[in-house]
């Protein structure tokens, strides 16, 4: 009975206790549940837990002389690889009879390179502009798990070495603190520099995993310092803020990150178990099946999410008790099980993933679907040659949000045609999806497209986007439309507004800025609508309803782009051209084209549809009559307007 007090005196329930934080966290935030915003930031408070605990583990063996790395990573094969496993085997079952081939493809490739520990930079690789959602992914948050391997994977190695040479205790935790710092500094560089390759590598987030290697080499100092609970209260008030106010569109890791890391970091150092909360049975069960909820938690939300729930109160209510029994199951009879063979493992590991691999590019499953719902699930995949065309894209649609070495063709795109009316296309893919279909109705109206496009690129007057965006918007509005005034008769402005920064007041704002300094050069202006978005792939959509003979398209719909539409027709009302629908129309083309190729980007058909009600609008005949060159004002007088500040 004393042994079992003593054990129950020494049991960190701080640590359990930052696990359910860490996860709860993060499972309100992908469920979109209203003042989590910050809750992705439970996945650093993950990473500092993890640094501690191998530090604890590989420094205090050291210290022994009886370090292991057989065992070390034999003991983490056993910890993390037996319920991944699991969830890898059960993934692979329900997606061979539910999805199409194509998507079914998508899901092993995400599973093969979950189950290799590689899923960071193979997401990382697969970012691309036109790239399935990522709510769509079912091993998409497997990417800590890969970034936690490969610290594992390096770090007592280099903690090894760390120690052979350097023997004096506080020198060694002065070298380890200021490697760390650096790697802090070195992180939030690269994220300046690669958002995308910042966010999933392991050098960029090795800083966060060693935070708590610093926390384990301190915390003998601050045992005896009176305010510990003082310095708790304010780690955990640290991390609820973070889950409460900060956002995905912050800078991640940048120095937001600290607010977790450091709060997480605090807690660990004062070492401060006396709140009752701690030892609460509930947070602490919650932080025992952490690892398995954290695995079963975005896969239910997925599948949740491809059958077209909606995120109501009562669905999200459901999602976390099945997620809670998923991952309870899981811990029981998988986590919970003494595996002491790592060799089986290890073999069942290589036969998984090599059963995902052989998935990931073979239509096994394809005897199950309809030829034509096939056809129409794989058609965004199978149709790449018709959207570049459709785009211009590599001329004048420059895609810089997967490749950052694209170049725009000033020369080519931006080339005024004397004796023609010179109509200029600005904005971000849903400008340039109309290109092809603009193109071919101009010819017949002695109309020239001048077009400046690039993925991600807002065509306003304000910065905005990736480098290369911002420095062509900024040379059209400097530059361009200053020197060539008199040769322009209008601009055309689309993109997908609803995913405007600063929400529709701001955009209104900025619209209305950027229409004022060109109205001082006598350009016309129009804005082309928001389009209506799915929360799946449109030919997906389709396909389903073909294969089961149902009505989907409904209930895939956003309603966030139907409610920034209506909101922009209020705000813009001299200026704005509606283009979303709002009755019903055919949905494939006579070539049995969709009208769209994903969630959001018109197919060429879906284009000439939208083209011909831009023309049809009541805002269309005097926006494209033509200007009296006579009565306009000569270019010298325009060139003297001010030019804009960015």
């Known amino acids: 009975m004393a042994l079992n007090s003593a054990a129950k005196l020494n049991f ?20 979109k549940v209203p003042c989590f915003s910050g809750g992705f930031s439970g996945v650093d408070i993950f990473f500092v837990i993890s640094g501690y605990l191998m530090s604890r583990i590989i420094i205090n063996a050291m210290n022994k002389g009886n370090f292991s790395f057989a065992d070390f990573y034999g003991k983490r094969l056993k910890r993390i690889v037996p319920a991944l496993l699991g969830l890898v085997l059960v993934i692979t079952l329900i997606g061979f ?9 998508k899901i092993e490739a995400n599973g093969t390179a979950s189950l290799l520990f590689l899923s960071n930079i193979y997401y990382w690789a697969h970012s691309g502009y036109f790239d399935p959602l990522s709510d769509t992914n079912m091993f998409l948050h497997t990417w800590s798990l890969s970034v936690e391997w490969q610290f594992y994977m390096i770090y007592p190695v280099a903690l090894l070495l760390l120690h052979k040479i350097i023997k004096k205790k506080s020198v ?15 992180s939030f560089l690269l994220t300046r520099h690669n958002a995308s390759a910042s966010f999933y590598f392991l050098p960029s987030r090795a800083w966060e995993m060693m935070f708590g290697g610093i926390a384990f080499l301190l915390e003998d100092n601050f045992k005896s310092f009176k305010y510990r609970k003082y310095v708790a209260y304010l780690g955990y008030f640290m991390l609820l803020a973070g889950l409460v106010f900060l956002d995905e569109r912050l800078r991640w890791p940048g120095s937001f990150t600290m607010l977790p890391v450091f709060g997480t970091f605090i807690i660990i150092t004062s070492n401060y178990n006396q709140f009752k909360l701690l030892s609460n049975n509930v ?3 919650i932080g025992k099946i952490s690892y398995s909820l954290y695995l079963w938690h975005w896969p239910v939300y997925v599948i949740a999410f491809y059958l077209g729930f909606q995120l109501s109160f009562l669905t999200v209510v459901c999602m976390i008790i099945i997620s809670l029994g998923l991952g309870f199951l899981s811990y029981r009879y998988i986590e919970s099980m003494q595996f002491t063979n790592s060799k089986r493992i290890l073999a069942g590991m290589a036969v998984v993933a090599g059963i995902c691999f052989v998935f990931s590019f073979t239509n096994l499953n394809e005897i199950l679907f309809s030829r034509q719902s096939i056809y129409l699930s794989n058609y965004n995949r199978s149709h790449f040659a018709d959207r570049d065309k459709q785009f211009d894209h590599g ?15 000033m020369a080519s795109c931006l080339k005024l045609q ?33 077009q400046a496009t690039s993925s991600g690129c807002y065509p306003l007057m304000r910065k905005n986007g990736a480098p290369k965006c911002y420095n062509m918007i900024n040379y059209l509005y400097t530059n361009f439309i200053p020197q060539n005034s008199g040769q322009i008769d209008g601009v055309m402005f689309s993109a997908n507004w609803y995913k405007y920064k600063g929400g529709y007041l701001q955009l209104v704002a900025d619209f209305n800025k950027t229409i004022e300094y060109l109205n001082r050069y006598h350009i016309k202006v129009i804005i082309i609508g928001q389009n209506e978005i799915y929360k799946l792939p449109y030919p997906v959509i389709l396909a389903k309803e073909l294969q089961y003979d149902i009505k989907l398209l409904g209930k895939f719909i956003s309603a966030e782009s139907y409610a920034m539409n209506d909101h922009l027709i209020t705000g813009l009302p001299n200026n704005y051209i509606d283009i979303i629908n709002r ?19 018109f197919t060429k058909y879906g284009a000439d549809l939208a083209v011909q009600k831009i023309l049809a609008d009541p805002l269309a005949p005097a926006f494209f009559k033509p200007i009296d060159r006579a ?10 307007v001010t030019k804009p500040g960015f």
Do not use: W
């Not at 009879?97 to 493809?105: A, E, H, L, N, R």
């Not at 001329?395 to 063709?409: G, I, L, R, S, W």
């Not at 019903?584 to 959001?600: C, Q, R, V």
């Open 12 to 31: 960190r329930y701080d640590i359990n206790a930052l696990r359910a934080i860490a996860i709860l966290g993060v499972l309100l935030f992908h469920y």
């Open 97 to 105: 009879f539910t999805y199409f081939p194509d998507d079914f493809q």
């Open 172 to 186: 060694f935790k002065f070298l380890f603190i200021g490697i760390t710092l650096c790697s802090v500094v070195g």
């Open 283 to 285: 947070i602490q069960f």
């Open 395 to 409: 001329c004048c649609f420059v895609n810089v949000t997967y490749d950052e070495d694209e170049k725009f063709n």
């Open 418 to 450: 004397p004796g023609h009316q010179n109509i200029l296309l600005i904005g971000d893919s849903h400008a340039a999806h109309f290109s092809e279909s603009f193109k071919e109705q101009f010819a017949k109206m002695n109309v020239h497209l001048i």
């Open 583 to 601: 009755i019903p129309f055919t949905t494939l083309s006579a070539k049995n084209a969709p009208y769209l190729f994903d969630e959001n980007h």
């Open 631 to 640: 009565l306009s004002p000569t270019s010298s007088l325009l060139n003297k």
